[in-house]
Nanobody, 124 residues
Framework: QVRPVESGGGLVQAGGSLRLSCAAS????????MGWFRQAPGKEREFVAAINWSARSTTYADSVKGRFTISRDNAKNTVYLQMNSLKPEDTAVYYCAADRRGYGSNSRFAYDYWGQGTQVTVTV
């Protein structure tokens, strides 16, 4: 079992950058795939990016491809989301999630453990 805890959200102007972190407790963190999802007011939670257990495979939503980068440091039990060239439509609560199967799915139903979320607000 892992418990993800997100940090790094905040307020940024369009075109700016933010780096989200997700620290996950648990000895088996390195066995889990990790994903980032986001949810804007009145919208469904949507996939952003995922990374498999070994960090050899990453997946991105089309809307963030080329702007966001997911990475992980298994020695620190932490996964990151570097967000560049932010747009107002990136405004949402960002959630980190852990998938014990290890593959890194783009489906929220594949994930077993979720963090509480961190707010990202991008202004014009």
């Amino acid at each position: 079992q892992v418990r993800p805890v997100e940090s790094g959200g905040g307020l940024v102007q369009a075109g700016g950058s933010l780096r989200l972190s997700c620290a996950a407790s648990g000895r088996t963190f390195s066995n889990y795939a990790m994903g980032w999802f986001r949810q804007a007011p009145g919208k469904e939670r949507e996939f952003v990016a995922a990374i498999n257990w070994s960090a050899r495979s990453t997946t991105y939503a089309d809307s963030v491809k080329g702007r966001f980068t997911i990475s992980r440091d298994n020695a620190k039990n932490t996964v990151y989301l570097q967000m560049n060239s932010l747009k107002p439509e990136d405004t949402a609560v960002y959630y980190c999630a852990a998938d014990r199967r290890g593959y890194g799915s783009n489906s929220r139903f594949a994930y077993d453990y979720w963090g509480q979320g961190t707010q990202v607000t991008v202004t014009v």
